[in-house]
């Protein structure tokens, strides 16, 4: 009992001990983010009281890094130095909002009052600082990376900005994500489906999952399967390097998609079929049915999923989840096919290009813009 007893003491402490890394690493990254934001104030504030005469910013810059290189390390090359200006410039009224809001809430030193007076010295001082750490998470808008934010700052558009940076964080996207999501991209793909008013909501809200059609794409980019974008290979060749990449691929698909099955054979009437891949959706709660074709996408194909679907709805669903879904992956396809075999009511059944490689971002943007 004692062995035990002392196995799960161990156990509780490496998880407190590794909880407060990762606060301590979440505080630090926001402190040393947030820093570089108001040396991109001290810069910029500097440039405005000086000299008009052309270079004098990049000239400023260079014997900046030459001087706080040798005294506080690497971090303030001229480029970061850059970024830092950047940074500010693209911020500056986001923070200022988030600052103002924050003030209206009760002042931390009133927190601190309210504890009781029988509390120890070192427990008053714990409390204060946990109080402070966390005052000083919420009072920053500031959740992502310096990295996260680099590439952010870079992306002109406020809209497409903003979205990202929603996404990033509620997902928890890392950098490397961040950037495939982007050079994908994943906001112009969304947009072409949305109208103005919708596209800013992406800004506001990120992409909100409420309807079947809000979580598909078209097209889907599989850039990271490393198939070759001729068509010798085959549709199994596609289904297995999807699951030798599952987690690449689900995060294509979006938020909420759970992987269930493949090759899932079901029987009717004494025929077998199968269903190349069997998902499910956690916010809709519905099957997600995936067909795979590598070539031009045929009325049969859609019939057969159509197929697929009604039976999932009769004989697997409960009476709870809602209608199952069924997306076709295909090379190509017409939308005069998908318009006359689906008719107009159709909901469920949806068709998707997917691409070998990374789109061009102003095509999609110019398709979206017609």
Not at 8 to 33: M, P, R
Not at 48 to 66: D, F, H, M, P, V
Request: glycine share 4%; with cysteine; charged share 30%.
């Amino acid at each position: 009992m004692a062995k035990t007893s002392t196995i799960q003491l161990f156990k509780n402490i490496q998880a407190l001990v590794g909880q407060s890394k990762q606060e301590l690493y979440v505080i630090a990254n926001t402190t040393l983010t947030e820093t570089y934001f108001h040396i991109g104030r001290l810069i910029v504030e500097h440039e405005q009281q000086g000299s008009n005469r052309a270079g004098y910013a990049k000239e400023t810059l260079i014997n900046l890094s030459a001087k706080l290189t040798p005294v506080l390390g690497k971090g303030f090359s001229v480029d970061n130095l850059e970024n830092m200006r950047n940074f500010y410039a693209v911020y500056k009224d986001d923070y200022a909002k988030h600052i103002s809001k924050n003030q209206k809430s009760e002042p931390l030193v009133r927190k601190l009052k309210s504890i009781p007076k029988s509390e120890t010295v070192s427990r008053k001082s714990s409390i204060q600082k946990s109080e402070t750490l966390s005052r000083k998470l919420d009072l920053s808008p500031f959740k992502l990376s310096w990295s996260h934010y680099i590439l952010l700052t870079n992306i002109e558009n406020v809209i497409e900005r903003k979205f990202y940076e929603i996404e990033t964080t509620a997902e928890n996207w890392s950098l490397r994500e961040l950037k495939r999501q982007f050079d994908s991209a994943l906001f112009e793909r969304l947009a072409l489906s949305r109208n103005k008013d919708k596209v800013k909501e992406l800004s506001k809200k990120g992409h909100v999952i409420q309807k079947p059609s809000d979580a598909i794409k078209d097209p889907y980019i599989l850039e990271f399967l490393d198939l070759p974008q001729q068509d010798f290979y085959s549709e199994n060749d596609l289904e297995t390097a999807i699951i030798n990449k599952l987690q690449h691929f689900l995060l294509e698909l979006g938020k909420g998609f759970l992987f269930v099955d493949r090759q899932k054979r079901i029987k009717m009437d004494g025929d077998d079929y199968k269903i190349d891949l069997v998902l499910y959706h956690r916010t809709l709660r519905c099957f997600v049915l995936i067909d795979l074709k590598i070539g031009t996408l045929k009325h049969q194909d859609l019939g057969q999923l159509q197929m697929y679907v009604n039976y999932y709805d009769e004989e697997i669903k409960d009476e709870e989840e809602n209608k199952t879904i069924g997306i076709i992956l295909c090379k190509n396809k017409k939308e005069s096919t998908i318009k006359y075999t689906l008719g107009k009511g159709n909901k469920q059944i949806f068709a998707s290009k997917y691409k070998m490689y990374f789109p061009e971002k102003q095509i999609l943007k110019l398709v979206r813009e017609q």
